[in-house]
């Protein structure tokens, strides 16, 4: 395994930063055929190689690629998903749980409606999700 940008150190063009990035799914599509990928947890010349550059990519996108409408689930709905998972719980199921129409459960659970004070009590009550959970993100 050749080190191609041993001695870069940081990312400061486009052209560069396209380079690198073919680079590391190269070398990971050539550490995966070697079998260097097969452990978790591996400690190899691969996996040093591809998270340096990693990181060095992951440097560039922060400084200098803008991403739009990337949509961040909130805590709160990942707090009902995993407590919904915990029981085994489909939306429908849920939402029964909470006495609540199943479409203004979905509703809430895509962020296109917001947890009112009666679900908020509910959530804490029914499904014990943490009040400031719910204050901060309702």
């Known amino acids: 395994m050749g080190k191609q940008f041993e001695n870069i150190t940081e990312i400061k063009s486009r052209d560069l930063y396209n380079k690198v990035k073919a680079y590391v799914n190269t070398l990971i599509d050539e550490a995966t055929a070697n079998g260097a990928l097969t452990t978790q947890g591996a400690d190899n010349d691969y996996t040093h190689e591809i998270g340096h550059l990693g990181?060095?990519?992951?440097?560039?996108?922060?400084?200098?690629?803008?991403?739009?409408?990337?949509?961040?689930?909130?805590?709160?709905?990942?707090?009902?998903?995993?407590e919904m998972e915990k029981r085994s719980i489909n939306q429908r199921q849920a939402a029964e749980l909470l006495d609540v129409k199943e479409s203004t459960f979905s509703q809430i659970m895509t962020g296109q409606r917001s947890v009112s004070m009666k679900m908020a009590k509910k959530l804490y009550k029914i499904f014990n999700i943490d009040s400031n959970l719910i204050l901060e993100y309702s």
């Open 55 to 82: 990181a060095l990519c992951a440097d560039y996108e922060n400084h200098y690629i803008t991403y739009k409408n990337i949509k961040v689930k909130s805590p709160l709905l990942i707090s009902i998903e995993n």
